[in-house]
């Protein structure tokens, strides 16, 4: 049985670093190369990086677990279109933002993924939110495709500098909640 977890306390938080650590090794230099995946975890899933973005920018964190063996994680955040959009109002949220949603190697492609957005959708709902935006690598093709498939759409492009020299080179996708 999948169940969600939620992270809060210190030794959650550890464990969503280190998990997060995991992954991403696996997934990423293949894509992006080692350096800018160390850089990345890092600056957005080091136990620093986590532990603010719960306690400051409204974070939820959710460890994904079968059958009591932790497989994945995702993170996502209530936002206004002020991330995307200059001079776009401060008050409200306008959407949820899908930051993280990971599953360890031997698990993809087997429709867990889908039941993780499905939690994902109820969180939105719980929040009175009509869409969820994501942004995704244009190299993450399997990704893209497994999106696509959920009922996402590209709606822009965006390329970000993060420091030390590396880019983000992503669609922008959302998903209207029916």
């Known amino acids: 049985m999948l ?13 969503l670093a280190d998990l997060a650590n995991e992954i991403w090794m696996e997934y990423w230099p293949p894509i ?10 890092e600056k957005f899933q080091s136990y620093d990086a ?15 677990s079968l059958s009591g063996k932790n497989i994945g ?6 936002k206004n279109k002020k991330i995307w959009q ?10 949820l933002f899908l930051s993280k ?4 190697k031997d698990y993809r492609a087997k429709g867990l993924g889908g039941q993780a957005f499905s939690a994902i959708k ?19 093709t ?4 497994a999106y696509e498939n959920w009922g996402f759409e590209v709606v822009e492009t965006a390329q970000t500098e993060i420091g030390q020299g590396f880019i983000m080179d992503d669609y922008i996708m959302r998903f209207e909640l029916h």
Request: hydrophobic share 40%.
């Open 86 to 95: 200059e001079g776009a109002p401060e008050t409200g949220f306008d959407f």
């Open 122 to 140: 109820e969180i939105a709902r719980e929040k009175s939110l009509n869409y969820i935006y994501l942004t995704v690598n244009k190299f993450n």
């Open 142 to 145: 399997n990704t893209v495709f």
């Open 50 to 64: 986590i532990k603010n973005q719960i306690q400051n920018e409204n974070y939820i964190y959710k460890i994904i």
């Open 3 to 15: 169940k969600f977890l939620s992270v809060q306390n210190d030794d959650e938080i550890r464990f």
């Open 32 to 41: 992006i190369k080692e350096a800018q995946t160390r850089y990345m975890i």
């Open 101 to 104: 949603l990971y599953l360890k």
């Open 73 to 78: 994680y995702f993170g996502v955040s209530a």
